[in-house]
């Protein structure tokens, strides 16, 4: 039951401090989809999608005014397609990404993701041809996003992998070009990738998840800037403690929404990921609760400690909240998503250094990061092993989500509109990685990987 307080409290968080549901995501498992005759597989593919997804919408829409509390996204994850496609003997997998965007069309979401492989270790052919596919997938989809898993912390970090996604990448700008490079944005790397992330572009449904399951992504960055503020010069363990209790009031709210959503349904409630997700708009910024704290600027000594407490007290609020927290839940750090990033980077106070940094303790990684275009492959093959590497050592999920910015260099911009944002172009270090990054192989697991 919920208290008259807790229910002004929300209203006021969704009225004045930008709360919203950032997104109800359903998963649905396309396992019986497979078919030696990609037709056949496709077909399934999309009666299977928009049978299930059929409400997803309407009942959105239906919590939305019931509720009044902001749905942003209707978003679909599926199993990754390179499991599916793999019966069929089809070289390039384009025909399933543009199945996925008419059945994402039909039910009406924003976004479906699951054009992914799992190749952390090797690959299958199923997952190679899937990987090659990636680039005219997404220049010629708008709702597909894909993502390749390329280490864990058991098996280390596939090489291999990490300078075939620095080619794919660099390709996908090409072919989005005129759209500064926007294929990318719908393009992440993984490495410890969670099977339940309702947030894409990374979302895909595991094969150890249910048929069919709803998870949802709260999101409340201008809340919790706004709670950091009344603290005013009160110590790190009173900022900690009232972060902790502003993520358990936003996590209650996600769990009643994605439940309520799921019983409307009939199908199983997932996950309630509690990711502090910014988005361009003034005052929904994770760069501007650091700065509330007392930093100057996001970016200048400080920050990375800064984004720990944070992180740490998201989590700590939202286990609290609820018994089913998961995804990627702690703080994304996307620079073109967020107006306190952006600006942090075009005064010179946010370097990728820094950034890579900051990924040590927070949800994801390198996030919407605009490089200049003629970034070699090496060099951007050598930021997701980096990435890769934190994340094995440290046992958490990292990404990289980068865009060579064809055309443009440091200190010009790449404008996508919408969630997506703007973003600087950022400066990458001129030395080469290229002997490093041919040397193929397995980074092997670290000594941590054998702890069972």
Known sequence: MFTIQEIIETIKMVQEESLDIRTITMGISLLECTHENHKIACTKIYDKITRLASRLVPV??????????PIVNKRISVTPVSLIAGASS??????????????AEEVGVNFIGGFSALVHKGYTEGDRRLINSIPQALAET??????????????????DAVFHMGRVIKETAELTADRDGLGCAKLVVFANVPEDNPFMAGAFHGVGEPECVINTGVSGPGVVKKAVERVGDGDFGLLAETIKKTAFKITRMGELVGREAARRMNIPFGIVDISLAPTPAVGDSVAEILEAMGLERCGSHGTTAALALLNDAVKK????????????????IPV????????????????????EAMTSVCSVGLDMIAVPGDTPVETIAAIIADEAAIGVVNQ?????????????????????????????VMAVNKFSAEDFIKRGGRIPAPVNSLGN
Do not use: Q
């Open 336 to 355: 073109s998503e967020d107006e306190g990033m952006i600006r942090a980077a075009s005064e010179g106070a946010l370097s990728l250094e820094k950034l």
């Open 396 to 424: 958490k999920t990292t990404a990289v989500r980068i865009i060579p910015a064809f055309g443009k260099t440091v200190g010009d911009y790449v404008e996508f509109g919408g969630l997506l944002g703007r973003a600087p």
């Open 142 to 159: 708008e709702r597909v996003c894909a993502s390749v898993n390329v280490a864990t912390t058991k098996t280390g970090i596939n090489m």
């Open 317 to 332: 609020g939202g286990a609290m909240a609820s018994s089913y927290v998961g995804g990627l839940s702690g703080a994304f």
């Open 60 to 69: 959105g829409e239906e919590l939305e005014r019931e509720f009044g509390i």
């Open 90 to 103: 089809l070289e390039d997998y384009l025909p399933y990404a543009l199945t996925m965007e008419r059945a």
